[in-house]
């Protein structure tokens, strides 16, 4: 199985911050990778795919870069919706994986 | 527009048998190039892929839980099946079924059910 290792686990930041977190692959998995946000109590909703491709209707705040095995998620300026969690995972091939999740908490 | 719904029991016994239904509309397992894929989330954990069924009725499956799920579908419902055996308490997660993004090369779960959780419990 492909892992798929997220950095941070957690952070903390304020309204209006630069936030990026990135995703590593254990093997090489192209531009194969996707972003979701999940809130709490809901499912998971997707940001990006294909690495750097945003979904239709996500705010362009969000972008993502990377390809290989090392990826990334950048939220220009945090707005207070932002706030939850956020997974990556990888469709170069079965099964697919996802991180562990990088929580993201009010400073 | 495409949704998804989970359905079935909130609550199993270990050793039992799970089956959870995902009925879904806005698109239709007969065209080519769709899926449908089960995930699942223990509580404060984070998110596991455990199968996928296409239109064409390949289907993949977690390697670990292999010997323990199947995926099945019902086209004329536009309903898909997930059948696990042996439930054990590690068992105990919320079920989301979702849409697969149709394409070739990289894909992605881009409509979700609001899943259903399943408690393994005596």
């Known amino acids: 199985d492909i892992q798929m290792t997220q950095s941070p686990s957690s952070l903390s930041a304020s309204v209006g911050d630069r936030v990026t977190i990135t995703c590593r692959a254990s093997?090489?998995?192209?531009?194969?990778l996707n972003w979701y946000q999940q809130k709490p109590g809901k499912a998971p909703n997707l940001l990006i795919y294909a690495a750097s491709s945003l979904q239709s209707g996500v705010p362009s705040r969000f972008s993502g870069g990377g390809s290989g095995t090392d990826f990334s998620l950048t939220i220009s300026s945090l707005q207070p919706e932002d706030f939850a969690t956020y997974y990556c995972?990888?469709?170069?091939?079965?099964?697919?994986?996802f991180g562990q999740g990088t929580k993201v908490e009010i400073k | 527009q495409i949704t998804l719904k989970e359905s079935g029991p909130k609550l199993v016994k270990p050793t039992q048998t799970l089956t959870l239904t995902c009925t879904f509309s806005?698109?239709?397992?007969?065209?080519?190039?769709?899926?449908v894929d089960w995930i699942r989330q223990p509580p404060g954990k984070a998110l596991e892929w455990l199968a996928l069924?296409?239109?064409?009725?390949?289907?993949y499956y977690k390697p670990s839980l292999k010997n323990r799920l199947t995926i099945t579908k019902d086209t004329s419902k536009n309903q898909v099946f997930l059948i696990m055996t042996n439930m054990d308490p590690v068992d105990t997660a919320t079920y989301y079924c979702?849409?697969?993004?149709?394409?070739?090369?990289?894909?992605?779960?881009?409509?979700w059910g609001q899943g259903t959780l399943v408690s393994v419990s005596s």
């Open positions: 995972q990888q469709s170069y091939g079965a099964p697919w994986t």
């Open positions: 069924i296409y239109w064409d009725d390949n289907k």
């Open positions: 806005g698109f239709s397992l007969r065209t080519s190039g769709v899926g």
């Open positions: 979702a849409h697969r993004r149709p394409g070739l090369g990289s894909t992605s779960f881009d409509y």
């Open positions: 093997q090489y998995i192209s531009n194969s």
